[in-house]
């Protein structure tokens, strides 16, 4: 049985040239949608998923805007809004020493190096320069951690463990 990750979501169309409006679940756009590339649709009331290839890619506002073969037209697109598009686990590249996959990270317990356990990650925000892992802690309350070397000391996706060291005011 091949297994799926999402890389996205169609939110819309775009224009009436066949363009899709995309909020991104992918680190890797630019790699990810590449013109050629094979993404799968899967759409709430279809058996299987719809193998898709993409046309052109561009970012628009906070959206990436793609375009697949052979659907050039908004009356084509337009039944694609509501799917999300998947890569089989096939697809997936090999990462760098410090890079990880959003599946790899979302559900790690975090703790401090002096043993204190905060919580899960529930969610990555990328609002610019790095990542932000955002862990649900006790009381669900939100604790919103920088993915940067000073304070993510050990990241163990095998074990589902992430190790940090907080800096001043991080967890108050």
Not at 124 to 149: C, F, H, M, R, T
Request: proline fraction near 4%; charge should be negative.
């Amino acid at each position: 049985m091949e297994k799926w990750f999402n890389v996205g979501k169609i939110v819309n169309t775009h224009g009436i040239g066949g363009e899709v409006r995309v909020i991104s679940r992918t680190d890797f756009p630019d790699q990810r949608y590449k013109a050629g590339n094979k993404l799968y649709l899967f759409l709430p009331k279809a058996d299987e998923p719809l193998e898709l290839t993409v046309k052109g890619h561009r970012t628009h506002k906070n959206f990436d805007l793609l375009m697949f073969e052979g659907y050039e037209n908004i009356n084509l697109v337009e039944k694609f809004r509501d799917g999300i598009l998947k890569v089989p686990q096939s697809q997936l590249t090999e990462l760098e020493e410090d890079e990880f996959y959003y599946h790899e990270i979302i559900g790690c317990l975090v703790a401090t190096t002096k043993g204190e356990e905060l919580g899960k990650i529930t969610d990555i925000l990328s609002p610019g320069a790095n990542d932000v892992w955002v862990v649900k802690g006790k009381g669900g309350k939100e604790i919103l951690i920088p993915y940067i070397q000073d304070v993510v000391k050990k990241v163990d996706v095998k074990e589902k463990v992430v190790l940090i060291e907080p800096m001043e005011g991080l967890l108050s």
